[in-house]
């Protein structure tokens, strides 16, 4: 009986098995592999998908070591590969530019890859070569502190569907025509953008992350987007030169995207919004959209309140609600305009699906103390509303909670949860 071996049954079993098995594990650990057996030598080599990330590089703390030992194995690796490569992935602080990530973008531009993520370190960023706009089979790709500069002749990844930018150097004219000319893009991130004026023009696009400093955002032919976020880090110079403009900002920002199913606004969305003729009452209504995160809202400047106002007014699905207040004046601050509310806010209005509400960063001012006596009049199905008060005078406190006490709740479930500081 010893002379008979038990069967290999994993080794005897298809190609394919054996690489879903080789990419649950670290890129370094599927090449050792090879040390299994005679069959195991080059099971490593025809796996499609390379993924080069924190964990299989060597801990030391001399950055140019790693460095030198990251590029040794990359390269070797590409070297003895067969065969296709549908996903490459390199994410690693230790890499820094180098003459080898061309070697390495021109042997995938000739494999068939699909999928394209290059998150470098610190250091130069690096300008990809005219090589890569040949990757005619791209469907996602990544690229972090990278240089873009399309060729004349490029016209486009067609098969793009997921697009995210983060620190890269690009043209307002390139970057516009990048996005133009991807049309089966769905999703799209650009972060780190500088004094950018951008229109986006994707009519396929599902997915809208934008943050970095906007001098102005356009949303041309997105009729599928349904998620969107937005950070704008507007500087004093841009907001004046946007504030001369005649056009309405919120009507050509979110004017043409009716399946909006979930909007957040960070850092100066809704001041961005405000900019701009008078707002108005809107043409468009959101009947798909069920999630408002809004964030750092001056419930100082009327239009900024105009701006929450009309969106989760003409949104009669909305069902969660986030907002978050930057006011700068205490809570017993006379405020002008009161009679704003009776204006735009008329006794009839009814937010008929709202259930979730949570106001963090309220200082007690009497605009956001009506916006909320608001909200608890006109929402009859409402469970739950949070408010987490940004003052930590407990006089200050007590105060916004009485004068919570005293509103009327449209909805007999409703729940008020006044979260104090300590």
């Given at each position: 009986m010893g002379d008979f071996l038990d069967p290999d049954l994993i080794s005897d079993l298809p190609q394919s098995i054996i690489e879903t098995?080789?990419?649950?594990?670290?890129?370094?650990?599927?090449?050792?592999?090879?040390i299994l057996s005679r069959k195991w030598r080059y099971k490593w080599s025809t796996i499609t998908q390379l993924v080069f990330d924190e964990k299989c590089y060597p801990t030391c703390n001399d950055r140019e070591l790693v460095h030198k030992s990251v590029v040794e194995f990359i390269t070797r690796l590409l070297f003895l590969h067969q065969g296709p490569i549908h996903k490459f992935h390199i994410v690693n602080a230790s890499l820094a530019s180098c003459p080898a990530i061309n070697q390495?973008?021109?042997f995938l531009s000739r494999n068939d890859i699909k999928d394209f993520n290059l998150e470098l370190g610190e250091g130069d960023?690096?300008?990809?070569?005219?090589?890569?706009?040949g990757c005619e089979k791209l469907t996602r790709l990544e690229l972090s502190r990278c240089e873009l500069y399309p060729p004349a002749s490029f016209k486009g990844f067609s098969c793009l569907k997921s697009l995210n930018l983060h620190q890269v150097l690009i043209s307002p004219e390139a970057i516009e025509s990048l996005i133009s000319s991807c049309p089966l893009l769905e999703s799209l991130?650009?972060?780190?953008?500088?004094?950018?004026?951008?229109?986006?023009?994707?009519?396929?696009?599902?997915y809208l992350?934008?943050?970095?400093?906007?001098?102005e955002i356009c949303l041309v032919d997105t009729p599928l987007l349904v998620e969107l976020s937005v950070a704008m880090y507007m500087t004093d110079d841009v907001a004046e030169h946007m504030e001369q403009s005649s056009t309405c900002n919120f009507v050509k920002f979110l004017g043409g995207v009716p399946n909006l199913e979930r909007l957040v606004g960070l850092i100066d969305f809704t001041k961005y919004l405000s900019i701009g003729n008078d707002l108005g009452h809107l043409a468009i209504t959101y009947?798909?959209?069920?999630?408002?995160?809004?964030?750092?809202?001056?419930?100082?400047?009327?239009?900024?309140?105009?701006?929450?106002?009309?969106l989760i007014t003409s949104s009669p699905n909305l069902k969660e609600l986030h907002i978050s207040g930057s006011s700068n004046i205490s809570a017993g601050t006379y405020a002008a305009g009161m009679e704003f509310w009776e204006k735009e806010c008329p006794s009839?209005?009814?937010?008929?699906?709202?259930?979730?509400?949570k106001l963090t960063e309220m200082s007690g001012v009497p605009h956001e103390i009506e916006f909320i006596k608001f909200l608890l009049g006109c929402s009859p199905v409402l469970e739950t509303m949070s408010i987490i008060p940004s003052m930590y005078d407990m006089e200050c406190q007590l105060k916004m909670l009485v004068e919570l006490m005293k509103f009327r709740r449209a909805s007999s479930k409703a729940e008020v949860y006044f979260i104090r500081g300590d």
């Open positions: 098995i080789l990419i649950q594990l670290p890129i370094r650990d599927a090449v050792r592999t090879s390495w973008i021109l960023f690096f300008r990809m070569p005219s090589c890569f706009f991130s650009l972060s780190y953008f500088d004094c950018l004026a951008l229109t986006v023009c994707a009519p396929n696009l599902k992350c934008l943050e970095g400093e906007f001098t009947n798909y959209l069920e999630t408002i995160e809004m964030y750092q809202v001056s419930f100082e400047d009327m239009k900024e309140i105009l701006v929450v106002l009309r009839d209005s009814i937010l008929s699906q709202l259930k979730l509400v």
